[in-house]
C-alpha cells in the first residue's frame, strides 16, 4: 500500500521561512519522479517543484530563488525548502510520486503565510 505522508506546514510571516517534507512508503522511491503541487481556495492545483529520480528539478516559475527542492532517498523523503514566502503562497501542499504515468498523492498539509 502507498502511502505518502507530508508534514512541516503551519503558519509562518511573509518573509519566513518553512521547510515541509513527505515521507514515503509502499514504492521504491529511487525510482519515482517526487513532486510538490499546491492548491489555494477556489484555484487550481498547480505544480510547484519536481525532482526526478535523477535529481534533476523544475520549479514554478513564481517559485524559482525562492524554493528548493530535494530527495534523500536513503530516508524515502522529499523536501521542499522555501524562503521568503509570500501570502500568494498560502495553499495546501500536496507531495507526488509518479512513475510511468501512475500518480499516488499525499492528504497535503496546509501552508499560511500572514502577518
Known amino acids: 500500500q502507498v502511502q505518502l505522508v507530508e508534514s512541516g506546514g503551519g503558519l509562518v510571516q511573509p518573509g519566513g521561512s518553512l521547510r515541509v517534507s513527505c515521507a514515503a512508503s509502499g514504492i521504491i522511491f529511487s525510482s519515482y519522479t517526487m513532486g510538490w503541487y499546491r492548491q489555494a481556495p477556489g484555484k487550481q492545483r498547480q505544480l510547484v517543484a519536481v525532482?526526478?529520480?535523477?535529481?534533476?528539478?523544475t520549479y514554478l516559475l513564481s517559485v524559482k530563488g525562492r524554493f528548493t527542492i530535494s530527495r534523500d532517498n536513503a530516508k524515502n523523503t522529499v523536501y521542499l525548502q522555501m524562503n521568503s514566502l509570500k501570502p500568494e503562497d498560502t495553499a495546501v501542499y500536496y507531495c507526488?510520486?509518479?512513475?510511468?504515468?501512475?500518480?499516488?498523492w499525499g492528504q497535503g498539509t496546509q501552508v499560511t503565510v500572514s502577518s
Open positions: 525532482i526526478t529520480s535523477g535529481g534533476s528539478t
Open positions: 507526488n510520486a509518479e512513475l510511468t504515468g501512475v500518480n499516488h
